[in-house]
């Protein structure tokens, strides 16, 4: 429904946002072409599955990661009701295309194998009840990020999910290959970089509600497709006249807004709120950290994956240290935490990030939401209440 | 100069009309299906009464839950912020405010009138004057003397269901088990100010606290809260009256804002 608000009312609508739209379905169609030359499509649902091994392995992925309400009924029909909205819905895509060759989500078709992550207890048991439906891989990640071992542990772990992507293409996989990987996914890094530097102008020249419909396009595309898209869209933002007036500045953080899912970023502007970060899965952590080119490039994927301050890690000091540093880096005058409802990671972890923020006299409001329209109502009346405050 | 401050809550309508910093007078009215009209038919009769004419108004503010479909308000804050000023306005000292309405209950905390931090209840009645209205509903006592009732209580029931309809279906046990009736209001009244302070104390709130909103008339809440709180309640004269008392009193009148 918050379609048609959508964007900066009083700029013109940004041309290099078609470009996003156009590419998307030139990409489902590429993808169809691919498939049927017996390129393998994985499909994947989460931030720490590094890219660069399955370019390098000859192999092309999606993502599967769910952000619409509709399959979420077809998802309660088997798993609990008090999970979070993402996992019900990725999976309720999953199990309404194989069961019943809907289209509720156009990529489980496309994939031949789900590659899955252990991180939050939900998803790891959901990813349990995959194998019925589709060919699922599940790589390990440590849970302790910062001890010694867990370097050397999710090393081993990258190397075998190497070995079983070349085991399904029968590719092998050429450091220089994954080297060359590596350059051309630092390269869509360094553009978002760019992008997300021209937001800290005052007023920014591009809404946050516009950023986060391209971000949730970074992982549909091919990472030609969106690099080249980041760059049209930095080229036409850079000169692009800010708005006339401009309401508080506002960072978003917390859980992912997969595709589908804009609902809070949406209210926020709509409200008045100029967002001008998101530290979250689909703004910041998907790009923060580049990989070190000039190391070995296993040791570099393993140490940039594992920085990814997600909240199944802990302890997540690095996150808690990221929002502040954002939050100061970007003036904003205020946090909206995001917790898609019943991601218990990410809710508890609020009362360490709202600690750190108050110190540096930062506000912060919490909103937990699913993927329904029945809150908006009552989370508008917070927002606004909200946004009055830091004004 | 002259304002009118209008409060459309989801349960009742607040208006309150002030020349300069005095309070002109105020009317309170439940909300019918359309806001608009309940808060014309009031604003009309408040201006009556006052001896006031419309055009005399300088502004028209309004908040609370309805506030966008007052179409004739000049312009809208919400009740967090209105409650705010209109507590400020009354009792400058408080730093923290309890606000249980017919739909919501919050906590907002204050320094000097501005509101610094605030939270909501979310989705659900518990906590609310409507879970009470139900309550009192299946005890048969009609909702103005359930806390009245409930300070007679010497051995309040225990409640321990939250939910609405849960709840309902445990006073509905408590009284086929023979439970006297005070003894369950003071039992639901007693579960409703445990909702509320485990929300006042997440906000920190100790001292200088107000409490407002429809359910703030009810006796016995007031004396539960103060009890768990281990403070007394500033209460304004007429509890229900605070958004849109805060709502008219004009920015311009109150240098700080």
Redesign the interface.
Known sequence: MYDIIIGNMMQSPLKSLDYFQKSYDIRVGQLQEEKAKGTKIVGTFCLFVPDEIIFAAGADRIVLCGGKTDTIARAEQSLPRNICPLIKSSFGAIVDACRNGSLSCPHVHLVDVVVAEATCDGKKKMYELLPEYLPTYVLDLPQKPCSPEAITYFLSELRKFGKYLEDLTGNTIREKELKKQISSSNETRRLLHRLFDLRRRNPPPVTGSEVLRVMQKQFFLSPDQFREGVRQLCDEVEHRSPPSGSGPRIMISGCPMSAGNTKISDLVEQKGGVIVVEESCTGTRSFWELVDENKEPWTALAERYLAIPCACMTPNDQRISRVVDLAQRYHVDGVVYYTLSFCHGYNIERLLVQKALKKEKIPLIAIESDYGDSDVEQIGVRIDAFLEMVS | MITAGIDAGAATTKVVLMRDREIVGFRISGTAFDFLTTAEKIYNELLLVSHINKGDVDTVYATG?GRNSISFADKR?????AHARGVYFLFPEVKGIIDVGGQ?SKIIVVEDG?????L?N??CAAGTGKFLEYMAKALEVPIDELGNLALLSSYPAGITSMCTVFAESEVISLRARGIAKADIAAGLIASVARRIVVMAKRMALTDQIAFVGGVAKNAGIKVALEKELGVTLFVPFEPQITGALGAAISPALISRY
């Not at chain 2, 804050?77 to 912020?81: F, G, N, Q, Y």
């Not at chain 2, 501005?114 to 605030?118: A, E, H, L, P, S």
């Open positions: 839950y804050i919400s009740e967090i912020t919501d501005c509101v610094t931090d605030f909501m979310d989705k």
